[in-house]
């Protein structure tokens, strides 16, 4: 190896991802995020393995490598052999599940050189997929969909001998940016002061959990007090998680999806509130929740075009008086969203630890129970291919909850994502879950000034 390569520690995001390797014992597949397309077009197979070779040049968290010495760092390969992709074809859609899910489950060996896996792949029904399955400290969410986008614009480039899409952004340059950041001590303590008045305005927040309130209940009455607020939430052990996948009408979308689109809000609000009131409702009508929210944090240029992990978990803690107007209540988390971008550079592991030492709490107690992610995907997200998405059981969790929503390419609906912990949340509180969001939502969509008071008195 050269001498002169360049190592990195890695920034807050990947740290994040770290935090949940290291405190998950047994299973290290719970840093990976497995993922397909699935399209009609035709594809030749041979071609697109000249588009991932072309790829890996262009796309440089393709190239991020791993080592343990002192620590783990990392550092970017000049280039890679990786390989022939290799080719399946499936006969039926439980096949294909069976084998892709098999294989979503299978820990990446990310410090033996192993960043990522791949198929190319035939369906039952005669479509074209793509698999990947990378480690999250190389790819989050966002720049999976920005891989899948960049190979097929490659592989058109190719097909018909056009010139090659513009070039993508730099992951490396994004690292020492965020680098840059964490030595900046004036914007870091900046950060985190937002933070703790933040949270401090209010007090300490509730624990609010999908399967109700009896964890927290437990835990008042074992330590014989009902004041108490906080409850356990992370389990390295007992981390078996199962992913439950449930798509919403077309009619009931329409009128979620028409509110959105009319107010220009994002998912994150809006979904999200529906899931705060199911969650408020069953927990004593409690109307302070606390749920994380994976941002994005792609804001220049550069950014918005690269690969690799800048997405990191945000706590968004709001309270939502019952009088408020479901209209209301969205305007409050989109200025929360507002003000929390501007602070969402703020390492989460930093706050981890300030959160502890505000209120109290041990290693692995706190008020917080979901993650929860938007997934913006559009008909146009795949550079004008008609696609199908999938994600895979990686088949453990650290959190009880992570929840992911998108609107569906194919039908126009929206669709969910439930991975939980099954010694937690079993399928009937997911099934509550979303139903109640549902109907929350549609109320909520259908007639902006009905107070939350009126939806929490219809929703179960």
Known sequence: MSKDIK???????????????????????????????VVKRKIDFDLMQKALEIEIERN???????????????????????????????????????????????????????????????????????YINVIHLAMDAPAVFIFFADLLAVYEALESGSEMPKPLGSFETAIQKE???????DKVNADKDFYINYFKKDGEPVWNGVMGPGPLDRVREK??????????????????????????????????????????LSGECVVQLGMRLHVGKINHRHNDTHFLVLSNRR????????????????????????DLTF????EKLRLLQSEIMRHNNYPFIN??????????????DG??????????????????????????????????LYTYAMKDSVTGGLRFAYLHRTDTISSADIDRLQDNMVKALVMGCSNPDITLKEILDNID
Request: with cysteine; aromatic share 14%; proline share 5%.
């Open 7 to 37: 190592y990195y520690p890695f920034t807050p995001a990947q740290e994040m991802i770290n935090f949940m390797l290291k405190y998950s014992f047994f299973h290290k597949q719970v840093i990976q995020i497995p993922a397909s397309i």
């Open 60 to 130: 440089d968290c393709m190239r991020l490598r791993f080592e343990k010495k002192g620590g783990c760092r990392q550092y970017f390969a000049d280039s890679i052999n990786f390989g022939k992709v290799p080719v399946k074809t499936f006969s039926s859609l439980e096949e294909q599940e069976a084998f892709l899910t098999a294989d979503a489950q299978k820990p990446i060996r990310f410090l033996k050189g192993e960043t990522y896996r791949m198929y190319f792949f035939n369906t039952a029904d005669g479509r074209y997929g793509i």
């Open 179 to 185: 680098l840059e950041y964490i030595n900046n001590e």
């Open 223 to 264: 330590k014989k007090n009902p004041d108490l607020k906080s409850c356990g939430s992370f389990d390295p052990i007992h981390d078996q998680a199962v992913l439950e996948k449930k798509t919403l009408s077309v009619e009931d979308s329409k009128i979620i999806l028409d509110y959105m689109e009319k107010n220009s």
């Open 299 to 322: 804001k220049t240029l550069n950014d918005k075009r690269c690969g690799g992990t800048l997405a990191s978990a945000l706590p968004w803690r709001v309270i939502l008086p019952e």
């Open 327 to 330: 209209a209301q209540a969205v």
């Open 351 to 364: 706050w981890l630890e300030e959160e502890r030492k505000l209120f109290n709490y041990s290693m692995k």
């Open 367 to 400: 008020t917080t129970t979901m993650m929860f992610s938007w997934f913006p995907l559009e008909d146009n997200t795949m550079n004008g291919w008609d696609y199908e998405f999938h994600g895979y059981s990686i088949g453990h969790y650290v959190m009880p």
